[in-house]
């Protein structure tokens, strides 16, 4: 299904513009026609992390016109590894205006627009009108849904993709002639059931793997030209190097592009459709939470603690905090780590940030240790208050 382009093309290109387009003109499929259509395209990418990178670079050497780019976060040394859009000098700095700068490196004929704010509610809808096409880096489920509702409502196409370890995805959601996120993925996944790139790592290379296929197809949605991946998933493994492609289809019962709509506006809070932590979790560390520097001081005054970190043994490697035992979280799922507890010591446990932590303590306490406590913010937590000179990641 090949699709009208999305954009007008420009009245026309400047000299300098036909000489550094050269190699895109000389292709006859985008040809002049093509790159007046880029240049007139406004396109906004979300996030400029992994995937956000080596989209806004790919998208602005090709000559789109206008670039959002939204991140409200700052550039951390472990964004290195992937995020090719921001240098060592760039560490501290707002990701937003690190990669305007690298944008305007590339292609100082781009107008760079930047958004240093978080995406919310209040202003997806005002942000996204802007644009002509989105480009969705973004890394959690509440904000990937929020993304897919507001493109919806506003009748607008967008680029996703994703990425985690060896694996990525990428599609095309365009209400109007395909499906949408919600048709392939109704419910988010149970909290805690997927782990984020931050817990379980990302490929640094994956991420140049999949942002240029959202790259290579925002040029074909704004250019008219080829089969866009609407309707179809792309299914990318780098460990066994195939790519694959699955059809999806539109959900006519779909709550939000289907026959009978019952989502016909944006959620009122996102964070709560896809539940930071399960209702067992909430209910387990209501009453049950220690600070860093809580267990600081338990630690201090030697009382007796049995400290668990339920994290991964490549996380412990990295940093663990001294004195904690390592039972990763699936030995309490699976009960075998209840047994080796100790009964006559306080249980409390912690992970990186304290999502898992939290699980796990539903867990031990419909267990019987009624008295077992989590840290808060986990092993980060520790390193901000307590030990700053300990490495994070
Ligand atoms: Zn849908």
């Known amino acids: 299904m090949s699709l009208p382009p999305l954009v007008e093309p420009a009245a026309e290109l400047t000299v300098d513009e036909v000489r550094r387009y050269s190699r895109h003109l000389i292709i006859p499929d985008v040809g002049m026609a093509g790159q007046k259509r880029l240049k007139n395209a406004k396109v906004l990418c979300v996030g400029a992390g992994g995937l956000g990178s080596p989209g806004l670079l790919y998208l602005a050497a090709a000559g789109v016109g206008t670039l959002g780019v939204i991140d409200f976060d700052v550039v951390d040394e472990s964004n290195l590894q992937r995020q090719v859009i921001h240098g060592q000098s760039d560490v501290g700095r707002p990701k937003a205006e690190s990669a305007a700068d690298s944008v305007r490196e590339i292609n100082s004929l781009v107008n760079v627009v930047i958004h240093n704010e978080v995406l919310t509610t209040d202003n997806v809808m005002e942000i996204f009108a802007g644009y002509d096409l989105i480009v969705d880096g973004t890394d959690n489920f509440a904000t990937r849904y929020m993304v897919n509702d507001a493109a919806v409502l506003l009748g607008k196409p967008y680029v996703w993709g994703s990425i985690y370890r060896f694996d990525g995805q990428a599609s095309v959601f365009w209400a109007e002639h395909g499906p949408c996120y919600r048709c392939l993925y109704p419910e988010p996944p149970p909290p805690g059931m997927v782990p984020s790139c931050a817990e379980g790592g990302v490929l640094g290379v994956l991420c140049a793997s999949i942002g240029s296929i959202q790259v290579n197809e925002a040029i074909k949605l704004l250019t008219g030209i080829g089969e866009p991946l609407v309707g179809r998933l792309m299914i990318y493994d780098a460990l066994e190097m195939n790519y694959r492609s699955v059809k999806v289809r539109k959900d006519p019962e779909c709550v939000l592009c289907g026959k009978n709509p019952t989502v016909t506006q944006l959620l009122e809070d996102y964070e ?71 009964q006559d010591k306080k249980i409390v446990l912690h992970c990186k940030s304290g999502a898992r932590s939290a699980e796990v303590l539903a867990v031990i306490k419909s267990a019987g240790f009624a008295d077992a406590v989590h840290v808060g913010g986990g092993v980060l937590s520790w390193i901000k208050t307590i030990d700053p000179s300990l490495p994070t990641y």
């Open 272 to 342: 709560a459709f896809c539940g930071a932590v399960s209702e067992e979790a909430q209910e387990a560390v209501s009453g049950s939470t220690i600070t860093a520097a809580d267990l600081k001081s338990m630690q201090d005054a030697d009382e007796n603690i049995y400290l668990i970190d339920v994290r991964e043994p490549n996380e412990y490697e990295i940093v663990s905090i001294p004195g904690a035992v390592l039972i990763p979280k699936g030995e309490f799922l699976n009960g075998s780590a209840l047994e080796g507890l100790p």
